[in-house]
């Protein structure tokens, strides 16, 4: 298991999701695969992977069976209404067909963790702070930047209003 990946960890934060850290290597997609993953939703840009890394993380992703969706977030940046929708959505609609699903940015701490307690909050009808709090029990690193969580709470609050409100 790569030294980056055995570092920053994971954490399963609600039953079937997993938040941590990027895989860099195949042993750490062998640890997934024992974990039982069928779906990876990876938040990393490509500019954040060595030369080799994806391809590598590729093949042993496809040897294994494990479906990767990639959704680009810019590492310590906002996080865009529409992308959390589509990202909590994704998580969502895997995690209700009985997948178990990896959720990871760079280390796990920010992207990923915000990604995942919006899922939380839709999964358990609950606010975006008892969220937070409930992947931090898990994954107590989970700790996203103070303007990922305004995002976070802004998407929530519009994806709560009333229709037509």
């Known amino acids: 298991m790569s030294t980056w990946f055995q570092t920053y960890g994971y954490g399963e934060v609600h039953p079937g999701l997993i938040v941590g850290a990027y895989p860099l290597d195949?042993?750490?997609v062998d640890r997934l695969a024992l974990l039982r993953v069928d779906r990876v939703l990876?938040?990393?840009e490509d500019s954040e992977y060595q030369p080799g890394?994806?391809?590598a993380i590729e093949a042993a992703y496809a040897a294994h069976g494990i479906e990767e969706t990639r959704m680009n977030l810019t590492d310590f940046g906002r996080l865009p209404a529409d992308r959390l929708e589509?990202?909590?959505?994704e998580l969502v609609d895997w995690l209700s067909d009985g997948q178990r699903v990896y959720v990871h940015c760079r280390a796990g701490w920010?992207?990923?963790a915000a990604v995942a307690s919006g899922a939380v909050a839709v999964l358990r009808d609950t606010g975006i702070d008892e969220a937070l709090r409930a992947v931090r029990e898990q994954k107590p690193t989970a700790d996203p930047l103070p303007h990922q969580r305004a995002d976070l709470h802004e998407w929530w609050a519009a994806r709560s209003a009333p229709a037509g409100g």
Request: charged share 40%.
């Open 53 to 55: 890394d994806r391809e």
């Open 110 to 112: 920010q992207r990923s």
């Open 26 to 28: 195949p042993d750490d």
């Open 42 to 44: 990876n938040l990393v």
């Open 86 to 89: 589509q990202a909590v959505s």
